[in-house]
């Protein structure tokens, strides 16, 4: 459930106003990050404000490629409706580019929207955004992450640090320490996150003698509309250390109910060779995979994964070649081998990758086989990525729980999983309380992403095991031709974070009619709710002399830590 501060019959009303309640205020901010969430991102945004194209980092060329993102039409069966293609919530801009976590993270520190590479494919030449005022990751912010921000150090290619004598210049990739110049980091998750195991339900195309093609299917005994491949820990394990490779294994079979994966109706030998599919960036997504990996597979002979907070980037034994998104086919890549990953960058990348859209020639017989496999974000799976209008039609496997169920990435199987995690200094229903101290302090940026046992879920009868937080990274001090657009204190044209935490469309459960549930996405339990926005947003008695709240640069309060701060 939502903290909701407008009735849900309210919210036409209140949008269809928008433009002249934020007319004399219209504003831009600017961010990057996760891959995971960027369609959705763009959804909540231009249902927020001004509507703009997703743009995503390549990774090979110097421009980025457009990703195609349908505008949200929210109707709910409780009563709400925006159709997001003609009605706004404010005049404001929310720019956002698909670029990976750790490109994200490495914006965020510099302060130097350079790090994000050109973010226009039409224009001629390197367009850079103007500033940088946030971002989305899945990569978590611990605390030598957090020391480096506050008294510099380096992170993600970016050195941090003071000039130390007259004379004493910057140098490429080297930047002034953050802290004292645009307030503490503020971290906290903004929607739970399940990661699928996505795979085509096609593995072979062959071309008839009429000029037709007959495709042959994945035969999965007792799938679902979606997938419902079903892999225990020890199987998916083993495929993404490379030791699986191919389709007609028999531990798959036993898995399949003793069934052969093998269409009945293809009537070759069934072996289609297992190929592994990761993210080449410095990926949230991977870092999710990575750290349930760590947990799960130490039973694994040979096992490569064994960083417990999980790493952003695949094991370099198992990284093949790369596949350019930028292409219009998706073949493969020189190289590559069933027992390495083909990287793309992004979910989309890899989704695309994985996506079986090649043809056969047009010679009678002519056949393509193609068994690829891969960690996304939920969203770019069935039926999920039809909502926001993306072409990708992946299935996703149903992964085994550490109670014996097999379970699909779905909002409900992650947010059983994410289960009774509280914030920090947090009673059950979010409210502050100093004296609980068991999920750490509100004041420091690590604690409210420290969900430690979502690595390997605990036995929950209908939990899904692969699960992490989106997360919202920035700043405290804000310029004031930003902070308004950031977050509203009261009154006036409403914040991007207000409209994240109060608004139905955002993550509305009824009918999974809000855009975080049509992505198989999960918002956030009541209780985070309520500790964000009285930390952050809107502080109450109990909150204010946190000295967290984001606040506008060169001001005392709320939040004397912007006081001597330039913002952002």
């Known amino acids: 459930m939502s903290i909701k501060l407008r009735a849900l019959a309210g919210a036409s009303l209140l949008a269809a106003t928008a433009a002249l309640a934020g007319a004399a205020h219209a504003g831009t901010i600017y961010g990057a990050g996760s891959s995971l969430i960027a369609p959705y991102q763009r959804q909540i945004a231009d249902c927020y404000g001004t509507v703009q194209p997703l743009y995503g980092r390549t990774g090979a060329t110097t421009s980025p490629v457009s990703v195609a993102v349908s505008p949200f039409n929210y109707a709910s069966p409780s009563g709400g409706s925006q159709n997001c293609a003609t009605t706004h919530t404010t005049t404001n801009t929310v720019q956002y580019l698909s670029t990976g976590s750790g490109i ?47 008294s510099g150090g380096v992170i993600q290619g970016v050195t941090l640090r003071t000039l130390s004598a007259p004379g004493d210049i910057y140098r490429p990739n080297e930047y002034p320490i953050p802290r004292a110049l645009y307030g503490p980091l503020v971290q906290f998750p903004v929607a739970v996150a399940p990661i699928a195991i996505a795979y085509d339900p096609v593995y072979k195309k062959v071309r008839q003698a009429d000029g037709t093609i007959t495709s ?5 005994v007792g799938g679902r509309s979606n997938g419902g491949l079903k892999l225990d820990a020890t199987t998916y394990c083993k495929i993404l250390n490379g030791q699986m490779t191919d389709w007609n294994d028999p531990a798959l079979t036993t898995l399949n109910g003793g069934t052969s994966l093998k269409d009945p109706t293809d009537p070759a030998a069934f072996s289609v060779p297992l190929q592994i599919v990761g993210d080449r960036d410095s990926s949230g997504t991977t870092q999710i995979t990575t750290r349930h990996l760590a947990a799960a597979c130490g039973g694994v002979s040979g096992n490569l994964y064994t960083n417990i907070n999980g790493a952003s980037t695949l094991p370099a034994a198992l990284v093949g070649p790369t596949y350019d998104k930028s ?55 069935l039926p999920y990525a039809a909502n926001a209008g993306l072409t990708f039609t992946l299935y996703n496997a149903s992964l085994q729980n550490l109670a014996g169920n097999f379970k699909e990435p779905t909002l409900t199987s992650a947010n059983t999983t994410f289960g009774s995690n509280l914030p920090p200094q947090s009673k059950s229903t979010g409210v502050y309380d100093a004296s609980v101290t068991a999920n750490g302090s509100r004041a420091n940026p690590e604690d409210w992403v420290r969900v430690g046992n979502l690595a390997n879920p605990p036995s929950t009868v209908d939990g899904y095991p692969i699960v992490g937080t ?35 469309v955002v993550d509305d459960t009824a009918g999974n009619s809000g855009i975080l549930p049509s ?15 009285q930390t952050f947003i809107l502080p109450v008695a109990a909150t204010a002399g946190l000295n967290l709240v984001i606040a506008p640069a060169g001001t005392s309060s709320p939040n004397s830590n912007c006081t001597s701060a330039t913002g952002a």
Not at 216 to 220: G, H, Q
Not at 487 to 501: I, M
């Open 327 to 381: 292409l219009t086919n998706n073949t493969a890549p020189a190289g590559e081998a069933p027992y390495r990953f083909t990287v793309a960058a992004g979910s989309d990348g890899v989704a695309k990758y994985i996506d079986f859209t090649a043809v056969p020639g047009l010679t009678a017989g002519d056949t393509l086989v193609q068994g690829r496999i891969g960690y996304v974000g939920n969203g770019y799976t």
């Open 104 to 150: 994200g993270i490495a914006g965020l520190y510099s302060h130097d929207a350079s790090r994000y590479g050109d973010v226009d494919p039409a224009t001629a030449g390197a367009q850079n955004y103007p500033s940088v005022q946030y971002g989305l990751s899945e990569t978590v912010l611990l605390a030598a992450d957090v020391a480096n921000y506050n």
């Open 470 to 504: 989106t997360n919202w990274i920035g700043y405290s001090c804000y310029a004031a031709g930003n902070i308004d657009v950031v977050r509203t204190a009261s009154g006036g044209t409403q914040g991007f974070l207000n409209f994240v935490v109060d608004e139905t």
């Open 216 to 220: 042959y299917r994945f035969n999965v």
């Open 519 to 533: 992505a198989g996405l999960a918002g956030l339990p009541a209780a985070w709710q309520r500790a964000i926005k």
